[in-house]
């Protein structure tokens, strides 16, 4: 399992540097202690020791209000890239009105990712539109593709 560093809470940067100073690097360092115990060893308050064990918990009861673009997030079908290495970095494939730029040096496959991604996509009934790219196949050049 990954030890989650404590630079990823939401700390007040004294704090950070208190706890980074007393050998304090991940979450997992902090687990075994109490609040006083982290105060006292860090040399930080205990209010502010008690920020950090708060900021390290994890929300158990759901916020109740939501943002229009949690919600519109949390229904987004993802469309696979036909490349399971880039759908594990897009956090399982591309999502509908995304924008994805693909790159690399010549030789690379970006010609088939992308004829994979639109074909994925028209298959799924949806539009594809391709901005501002050079040598771009276009899908109308390439009907035995789709």
Same mark, same amino acid.
């Given at each position: 399992m990954i030890k989650?560093?404590?630079?990823?809470?939401?700390?007040?940067?004294?704090?950070?540097s208190a706890l980074t100073r007393a @050998?304090?690097? $991940?979450?997992?360092?902090?687990? /075994?202690?109490? &609040?006083?115990?982290?105060?006292?060893?860090a040399r930080i308050s205990l209010l502010s020791s008690q920020a950090?064990?708060?900021?390290?918990?994890?929300q158990k009861i759901p916020p109740q209000t939501q943002s229009a673009a949690s919600l519109? @997030?949390?229904? $987004?079908?993802?469309?696979?890239? /036909?490349?399971? &290495?880039?759908?594990?970095?897009?956090?399982?494939?591309?999502?509908k009105g995304s924008v994805l730029e693909i790159s690399g040096?010549?030789?690379?496959?970006k010609e088939i990712i992308a004829l994979n991604i639109v074909k994925t996509f028209v298959q799924n009934g949806h539009g594809v539109l391709f901005v501002g790219a050079k040598h771009v196949p276009l899908p109308g050049r390439q009907p035995d593709k789709f």
């Open positions: 989650r560093p404590l630079h990823t809470l939401v700390l007040l940067p004294d704090t950070l @050998g304090y690097e $991940t979450v997992d360092d902090i687990s /075994s202690s109490t &609040p006083e115990l982290l105060a006292k060893d950090v064990f708060s900021s390290t918990q994890v519109v @997030g949390s229904f $987004t079908t993802t469309y696979t890239t /036909s490349c399971e &290495p880039i759908d594990t970095l897009l956090g399982g494939g591309l999502k040096p010549p030789g690379t496959p």
